[in-house]
């Protein structure tokens, strides 16, 4: 366990609402980041985090925003949800572990959009 | 595009064999290899990880990586259907992490 919650882990939401889904860590990791996950598709990068105010995207940002005002909160934005937004979401942190940086996973969040 | 590429399965083995999960990856550049445990409806959970040619054993587990071919194994002893998951392959080259898309095991007993 690396210290990481999410919030909320389930959500159903409809299409053009505004969603925010949070990430909690207590152990002033440095390196943030968020995925989400689709049949057929592994884990996706969209956007991470390397610092206070500190982001940048991934390979799947388009339609989601990042924010993060502490260094313990990375908070993940859908402006206006999309039901090809339809996935679950997982947060990771980076850590060091024998030498080197690994990341891990907080529960996730289920995320539907109808 | 920097790819990770795995078998999807489902691989099926009977309990008390050995499974061998393979993962090929494009870039050369890459320093750090992993392997992540899923279960159903659970999050990723790190199982082994290398990052030098050769094998490296940890109880059950061998993870085995040759960067010549870009290509690494996750070898499980004596399986037991505990070990029924899907299993992804991860490389990273720094602090971004590439995933493939990950190979469901199933174990029968």
């Known amino acids: 366990d690396a210290g990481i919650t999410q919030s909320p882990r389930h959500k159903v939401t409809e299409t053009g609402t505004p969603v925010t889904l949070r990430c909690h860590q207590t152990e002033n990791h440095r390196y943030m980041y968020w995925y989400r996950q689709d049949p057929g598709h592994g884990l996706r990068l969209i956007h991470y985090s390397y610092g206070v105010k500190d982001t940048d995207k991934g390979e799947v940002s388009d339609g989601y925003s990042v924010s993060r005002s502490k260094t313990e909160d990375f908070l993940l934005t859908l402006e206006s949800a999309t039901s090809s937004q339809t996935s679950v979401y997982f947060c990771?942190?980076?850590?060091?572990?024998?030498?080197?940086?690994?990341?891990?996973f907080g529960p996730g969040t289920r995320l539907t959009v109808l | 595009q920097k790819e990770v590429e795995q078998n999807s399965g489902p691989l099926s083995v009977p309990e008390g064999a050995i499974a061998s999960l393979n993962c090929t990856y494009s870039?050369?550049?890459?320093?750090?290899f992993f392997w992540y445990r899923q279960y159903s409806g659970k999050s990723p959970e790190l199982i082994m990880s290398?990052?030098?040619?050769g094998d490296k054993e940890d109880g059950r587990f061998t993870a085995q990586l040759n960067k010549a071919s870009q290509y690494v194994s996750l070898l499980i002893r004596d399986s037991q259907p505990s070990d029924s998951a899907t299993y992804l392959c991860a490389v990273s080259g720094g602090f971004k992490t590439i995933f493939g898309a990950g190979t469901r095991l199933f174990v029968k007993a």
């Open positions: 870039d050369r550049g890459s320093q750090s």
């Open positions: 290398i990052y030098s040619n």
């Open positions: 990771a942190i980076s850590a060091t572990s024998g030498g080197l940086d690994t990341q891990y």
